[in-house]
């Protein structure tokens, strides 16, 4: 799917790339739609180990340097990972297209801000309005990375979100 795309991954195409037979297929998924379910909470799991994995590698920092670990993280799986981060917008777009797929894209948003709100939780509150924050941005800066592959402005946008998002998150837990 990450090569060919998600219309292209046919269960014939995955069974012939996974060397299997269908029915061996039919016995591990009853349909399509379970791989696909499979398919997002598997790459949405990477995504959050990666980030959770650098957050926590530099505990003992202040908010806001978790939230520049935690970001710039993210900004080095979508470069090393480019073509998970296009399927993930590539499979919202097919399921929401698709009669009777739609809760896979809501399945993927809902591990998405569960990602964001175990990382914010990891750095002390798992604010969920944040947590909706940092996606609407992620999906922003992922989008355009995808497009103009600048990394240099992704990062210097996450750096700078990285900023107000500790703003925020001091107000928050104050408040």
Same mark, same amino acid.
């Given at each position: 799917m990450a090569r060919d795309g998600v219309a292209a991954a046919t269960t014939r195409a995955v069974t012939a790339e996974a060397g299997m037979t269908q029915s061996r297929f039919h016995y591990c998924f009853r349909s399509k739609a379970e791989l696909l379910h499979e398919v997002v909470e598997t790459m949405v799991g990477n995504q959050v180990t990666s980030v959770l994995d650098a957050v926590r590698a530099g505990v003992g920092g202040d908010v806001r340097s978790g939230l520049h670990t935690a970001l710039q993280a993210y900004c080095q799986h979508l470069v090393d990972h480019p073509e998970q981060?296009?399927?993930s917008y590539e499979l919202t777009q097919y399921a929401l297209r698709t009669p009777g797929l739609e809760q896979l894209a809501a399945q993927q948003y809902q591990a998405y801000l569960?990602?964001?709100?175990?990382? /914010? %939780?990891?750095?002390?509150?798992?604010?969920? #309005?944040?947590?909706?924050?940092?996606?609407?941005? /992620? %999906?922003?800066?992922?989008?355009?990375?995808? #497009?103009?592959r600048d990394r240099t402005t992704a990062a210097g946008v996450l750096e700078a979100f990285a900023d107000q998002l500790a703003s925020s998150f001091v107000e928050r837990i104050a408040g």
């Open positions: 981060h296009l399927l569960a990602g964001a709100a175990e990382v /914010l %939780d990891a750095l002390g509150s798992a604010d969920p #309005v944040l947590a909706r924050m940092v996606i609407a941005i /992620l %999906d922003g800066v992922t989008l355009q990375w995808l #497009v103009d």
